[in-house]
């Protein structure tokens, strides 16, 4: 296996665990928009996302949810390439929500999902390439809420698996979040790690540093250098200011702006290797949208 590969592995499982593990067990529904700019270029990448989780309570502190969510992704590629990109211009990712979570004991929670995926240009009918099958399991000391504690805290171990990343077993999740006053606070994980100020109930600033990215399957390939071109990705490693405001304890719209350390548009042949970069450059990021969380 390539240098390159491990890396395109290890991108996006890290993206999957961040888009797994921190949104889907706590988000019931959220709205979001995406936007990365290619430096010294008309070319932009924005995407757009919907997703909607549903709880049924089956006994006591036990809970089956189910839901879904949809991100569009539109590759505006306006500079000169030396192959048709029509093809690229709209991908289509489709997540199905199964889960299942249970108090463990006094201090733990349980948790199972599972998230069968579609990931494709959808520009003909489906096809066994489109799909993929994502899951994990985790379990969850959160003791944010005891007023005993001085410094209360939220610790998330897991295993995940997603079939994007190419390895036939699952990998490790830890996400570790502390109080440190009424006014800091931290987590340290990845793809996420932040550091965060409450100005009072409703506001609050972070930094942070985190992954972001996709990959799909093109269902009208291109020739490009030569070769079939299949599949299409993107990691990007970000860092930057975030704001938050909180309409309710639970209700709440937000904005995250930075810079990329690390940005990876590439075209990929079946066996995902690299057959054209379509960008490397560095390049301002936004994202904002309204959450409604547990």
């Not at 969510?69 to 390439?81: A, C, K, T």
């Not at 006094?106 to 995926?117: A, D, Q, Y």
């Not at 944010?144 to 079939?163: Q, V």
Request: aromatic share 16%; with cysteine.
């Amino acid at each position: 296996m390539t240098y390159k590969k491990h890396g395109l592995i290890l991108m996006f499982s890290l993206f999957f665990i961040n888009h797994f593990a921190s949104a889907q067990l706590t988000d019931l529904a959220r709205l979001e928009y995406s936007f990365i700019p290619k430096s010294n270029s008309d070319d932009q990448y924005t995407r757009l996302r919907a997703l909607l989780n549903y709880p049924i309570e089956v006994k006591n502190n036990a809970y089956f949810i189910v839901g879904a969510e949809y991100n569009r992704v539109l590759l505006n590629l306006e500079d000169n390439y030396p192959f048709d990109t029509s093809g690229l211009n709209k991908i289509h990712i489709i997540d199905f929500n199964i889960g299942y979570t249970f108090k463990w004991s006094e201090k733990w929670r349980f948790g199972v999902k599972f998230n069968p995926r579609i990931a494709s240009t959808l520009t003909k009918q489906l096809m066994s390439d489109d799909y993929f099958i994502n899951g994990g399991v985790f379990f969850i000391n959160d003791r944010t809420k005891e007023e005993s504690l001085k410094r209360p805290y939220r610790l998330i171990l897991g295993l995940t698996y997603n079939a994007t990343t190419g390895l036939p077993f699952p990998l490790p999740f830890v996400s570790y979040h502390r109080e440190i006053n009424e006014i800091w606070s931290f987590n340290l994980g990845v793809p996420k790690s932040n550091i965060k100020y409450t100005f009072n109930a409703k506001n609050n600033l972070q930094a942070f540093v985190g992954l972001d990215g996709y990959l799909a399957h093109l269902q009208e390939p291109s020739i490009v250098n030569g070769q079939n071109v299949d599949n299409i990705s993107l990691s990007v490693a970000i860092a930057g200011l975030g704001y938050e405001y909180c309409f309710t304890k639970h209700l709440v719209a937000y904005m995250y702006t930075g810079y990329t350390l690390r940005l990876n548009n590439v075209l990929r042949n079946e066996n995902r290797d690299e057959i054209f970069k379509l960008d490397d450059v560095n390049a301002f990021y936004l994202r904002t949208g309204l959450k409604f969380k547990i």
